[in-house]
């Protein structure tokens, strides 16, 4: 075994083991100057104003009570340094979609201080025994529960979507009974990459890979996978088409420890969850791109996290070298390989997609990749359903009182889906995949998996 | 390098597009590349040639209303970029615009300046405009009547129509602001006032023809604020029309702007079905060069420098307001590519102390050569594939002649054609070869 894989990146770690942190108090890191609180007062005073945010805001669009980002971002703050006011609780209303971010032409930093007031609405205004807060806290830590579903999957798969149980969850809990749960997997991606062997095994098929392909078989091409929680409970076979195209290209792979991105925890403004996960994430990620590899991940919303959310938010050893080496899975390959060429070469058996781009996949600039590349892929008409947001926004759409407004935002996105030529959704985000199966009943891929198909 | 084009374009404004546009036509593969949302959504979505030159060629004055704007170029300074594409060049970008847009837009069968309706109370010259905006020129002789929405404080009826009233229109004008029909919150988005319009919420468009009727004496047209509907617009004003007996017209507001938001999907509509490539999100940060040539250009992807190799760039990034010019309290610059900004040392020269007067840093930009090349300071170009466009562009006060979008599809579809062209003609030499 050498050096590149130590013991422990295959193991499974159980959710709820939490890490001994070094700083329980949730401290946020400052953007603007050295100060050591999180002070966004600065990036409020480039607003001129313009409303270009609002906008773009999905959420103000259909809910005429949602102020909108102008007043959540740069208002808010400004009326925060006249006196210590109160975050108005319209901030709950916010789907962290984070559109308002791309749209402002000043720059002004939108969803971190959406994010920041969230974090300060639920620590400070929102009532620990409400129901609304032990509810999103389960939501938000979505690994916890999969972790005891996917040890009984088929049990859990019948008993969370067993008819009185969801009433009662609805009634009990505010989680809408319209929805239906995941599916968990019988088998674990990370249960599957036990059993195939590991990273020796990726090493091995890589080697294998840069034979066959012309390239020097001790090429530095490593990448750590960040696989999430949801190809890992629910769908592992996007995680393993990502597994088998990276092989395919020559790049070995490990599957360190890893937690939940924390993407559902900054939408619930659960800022001190999310900072435990990412400081595991971090961890383990930084000791791997110091050795070389560069991080991977299949889905969008992880990599924005990772990318982005968390040098915004906290300050963790090593926490800007992940950021820089982080990227979504697609996108590495484009810059480093000549996925173009290939694809121009492959074909597959004729099918059509209703594509639609995650509004994280927008923010990161990836939001056009697959239409661009599954273009010159024989076989495929791949159609892109517009620029609407789908709506649900991670845990957002699972609210009881959040669910119309997300079918509300959704409804563009469902009719153009209809409207395609396809009847296969495709998207990069988890999230997403079930609002539109949920709205359509199409079954839905993952671009990595049309990837596989046609190059594997 | 993976990611890899014969052209890409750097910014995502109307000069950018337009540029992608004309680097299509030319058969070249073309990437889009832009760091935000287009400011086209704060743009009124009028598409201003040449409205206002100085007599003398170098001063501008407010008040030298340009009729014609193709014969007026020759009036410009030597140092314009309209000077360096000519009138040949603002009728090809017209041409790339209007193949672009298609019926959305009128102007075309003129070469003259429209004079439209602002929402302002004045007159502005120019060259397209929005077929809704159409029915409102200042130039027909029609009884009019504006109407404001009560809470929409960006447009107030009334007011408008006595300054346009004062300021001498040939026809009478009145002015009322009624109650939009759909109650929304105060500060309420013009785009769900426009969406209520599109799906009749509660009756909309019943409502609002009905609060209209008391003031409907005798007007044979109506202009409303531009926000009448957006997917069903042209349904919405029809059905308007129908019902009170009149035209109807949309009048352009301040951003954020529905005939900018407008506008912006009818473009990146035409982008896509050319086969341009676009990227946004992230911006450009700096270039790799080699023999006077630019081979990439490094995009900044969270932290990490990403290169977008081509064999020809488009410089788009707009001027101070684009953010494709930068400046601090020393100094102008073009943050890209570092291209030579000319200004004065002195930054108190940068600008008039009139609020209106000729301010220097209204032309601050890029010095182009006769091939849209930026140059450095001895008038070479700095790099043999790289063109400039649109606002980054120096030479031109785009606002006080009224010029802004006109130079931008004018430059831009210069940049793209050229671009193209080289990277075309070069494979066909190729191909012969
Ligand atoms: C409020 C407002 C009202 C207007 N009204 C009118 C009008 O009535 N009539 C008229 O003719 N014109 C009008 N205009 C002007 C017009 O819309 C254009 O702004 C102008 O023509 C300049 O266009 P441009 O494409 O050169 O630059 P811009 O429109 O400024 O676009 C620049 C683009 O480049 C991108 N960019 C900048 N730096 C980078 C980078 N480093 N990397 C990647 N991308 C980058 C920006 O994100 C932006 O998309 C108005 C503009 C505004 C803002
Ligand atoms: S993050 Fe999305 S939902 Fe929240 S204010 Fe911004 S645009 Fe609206
Ligand atoms: S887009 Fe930016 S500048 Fe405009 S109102 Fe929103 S925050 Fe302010």
Partial sequence: MSDAESPQTTESIEPNEQRASPDPDFEPVSVFDDDSTMDLRPGADNCYKCSVCDTTCPVAEVDDDFPGPKFQGPEQWRLKRKDEGEIDDSIMSCSNCMRCDDACPSSVPLSQMHNAARG???????????????????????????????????????????????????????????????????????????????????????????????????????????????????????????????????????????RCSGTPMFANGMLADAERAAEVNVSSFADLVERGYDAVASCTSCSMALKQEYPELFDIDGIDEVAENTFEALEYLRIQEDLEGQIAEASVEEQAFAYHAPCH?????????????????????????????????????????????????????????????????MTECPTCAMQMEHGTGYEIKHPLQLLEEALC | MAIREDVLVVGGGIAGATAALAAAETGAQVRLLSHKKSTLRQASGLIDVLGAVGDNGTEVEPS??????????????????????????????????????????????????????????????TARYPESVAPGLASAAEKTLLVGFAGLTDFDAPVAASHLDAAGVPFEVDGATVPFPVEFRDDALTTRLAKALDTDESGARRGLTDAVADHLDGHERVGFPAMLGDDDRREVRAELEDRLGAAVFEIPTGPPSLLGLRLEDLLFDALDEAGVRLSSGNPAVGYEAADGRIESVLVDRR??????????????????????????????????????????????????PAAFGAHEFARFGVVPDGDLRPTDGSGDAD????????????????????????????TGAYAGRRAGESVTGREAEEATR
């Fill in chain 1, 361 to 425: 996949a927008r923010n990161q600039g990836v939001d056009r990749q697959a239409i661009e590349l599954f273009r010159d892929l024989d076989g495929v008409v791949v159609e892109d359903v517009g620029d609407s947001c789908s709506g649900i926004s991670g845990t957002y759409g699972w609210k009881e009182e959040k669910y119309e407004t997300s079918m509300k935002i959704g409804g563009d996105m469902f009719e153009h889906m209809h409207d395609a030529a396809g009847d296969v959704g």
């Fill in chain 2, 303 to 352: 932290g990490r420098e990403v290169p977008y190799a081509a064999d020809e760039f488009v410089l788009a990034t707009g001027g101070l307001v684009g953010k494709g010019i930068d400046s601090d309290r020393e100094s102008v610059s073009e943050p890209v590519f570092d291209c030579h900004v000319p200004h004065p040392e002195d930054r108190y020269d940068w600008s008039e």
């Fill in chain 1, 120 to 258: 300060e609405y639920v620590d400070e205004q929102m009532d620990k025994l409400s129901v609304e807060y032990v509810r999103n806290r389960v939501l938000a830590n979505y690994r916890t529960s999969a972790w005891f579903a996917s040890k009984v999957p088929r049990l859990a798969n019948f008993a969370m979507n067993f008819g009185p149980a969801r009433w009662l969850m609805e009634k009990a809990m505010g989680v809408t009974s319209e929805r239906e749960f995941p599916a968990f997997a019988a088998q674990t991606f990370r249960e599957w990459w036990r059993e195939r062997g590991g990273a020796d095994a990726s090493r091995e098929n890589a080697r294998a890979a840069r034979e066959r392909r012309g390239e020097a078989v001790d090429a530095e091409k490593k990448v750590a996978y960040f696989h999430g929680c949801y190809s890992n409970y629910n769908t592992p076979e996007v995680a393993k088409a990502l597994v088998r195209v990276f092989e395919s290209f020559g790049y070995e792979i490990v599957a360190p420890e890893q």
């Fill in chain 2, 383 to 410: 790099f043999e594939n790289l063109r400039a466009a649109g606002g980054v562009l120096g030479g031109a006060d785009t606002a006080r002649e009224k010029s802004a979008a006109g130079v931008s599809i004018a």
């Fill in chain 2, 64 to 125: 030298g209303l340009v009729a014609d704007p193709f014969e007026a170029v020759e009036r410009l300074p030597n140092s314009h970029p309209y000077r360096v594409v000519g009138a040949a060049g603002i009728r090809d970008g017209l041409r790339v615009f209007d193949e672009a847009v298609g019926d959305a837009y009128a102007g075309t069968h003129t070469d003259r300046n429209a004079l439209v309706l602002t929402h302002g109370g004045t007159v502005k010259p």
